[in-house]
């Protein structure tokens, strides 16, 4: 699936919410916790979203790359930090709400790494590398896959030919 705007993005929609919950938290009439606590938590749950949302701005896979892993190490920062307020014993009553978040910032971490392994494996540049012959010539090649695929489904298990292009397929992927 492709995606015009950050917006639309499921991990950058988990991010928000993550955002959401911890200064839900944070600005809690119970919140017991130092300043400083409360702001690096805050700045960090808000790194989260905003990495994603620089990385899917710029114009290369290598600077969406970097970002991601920036959104990455901010989410393993709130979770850090989570479970050090959860050790707390005057952030108990935040119990519930912090195991919550703690999954949030588990589930932002998943989806980045997923999205990186993706990118990290694909041929596409970025928009920037974008030219009307690099996108014919993607499209070509994805088109002919397609056809061999179709054509390999179509052909008798036994065939030659279909054992050939199976092993073709194989190393193709190596």
Same mark, same amino acid.
């Given at each position: @699936?492709?995606?015009? $705007?950050?917006?639309?993005?499921p991990? +950058?929609?988990e ?5 959401? *919950?911890?200064?839900d @938290?944070?600005?809690?009439l119970?919140?017991? #916790?130092s300043?400083s606590?409360?702001?690096q938590i805050?700045r960090?749950a ?8 620089e990385?899917?701005?710029? #114009?290369?896979t290598?600077e969406?790359l970097? !970002?991601?892993y920036?959104?990455?190490? %901010?989410? #393993?920062?709130?979770?850090?930090m989570?479970?050090?307020?959860e &050790?707390?014993?005057? !952030?108990a009553?935040?119990? %519930? ?5 703690? %999954?949030m910032?588990? #589930?932002c ?5 997923? +999205?990186?392994?993706?990118l990290q494996n694909?041929?596409i540049?970025g /928009? $920037?590398?974008?030219?009307?012959q690099?996108k014919? /010539?993607?499209h070509? =090649? =994805? *088109?002919?896959e397609?056809?061999?695929r &179709? ?6 298990p036994?065939?030659?030919? $279909?054992? $050939?292009m @199976?092993? /073709?397929?194989?190393?193709r992927?190596k």
């Open positions: @699936m492709t995606y015009a $705007r950050f917006e639309d993005l991990v +950058w929609k991010a928000i919410r993550l955002a959401n *919950g911890v200064y @938290m944070t600005e809690s119970d919140w017991k #916790g300043r606590l409360r702001d805050e960090a808000l790194s989260v979203s905003n990495n994603i949302a990385g899917f701005e710029r #114009g290369t290598k969406l970097a !970002f991601l920036i959104a990455r190490g %901010s989410a #393993g920062e709130v979770r850090s989570l479970c050090f307020i &050790q707390r014993r005057v !952030f009553h935040f119990k %519930s709400q912090i195991s919550n978040l703690k %999954s910032a588990e #589930g971490s998943r989806q980045l790494r997923g +999205w990186a392994d993706h694909s041929e540049k /928009q $920037r590398h974008l030219t009307k690099s014919q /010539q993607y070509f =090649k =994805k *088109g002919a397609e056809f061999e &179709q054509l390999l489904e179509r052909l008798p036994n065939h030659p030919k $279909r054992k $050939r @199976m092993e /073709q397929q194989k190393s992927k």
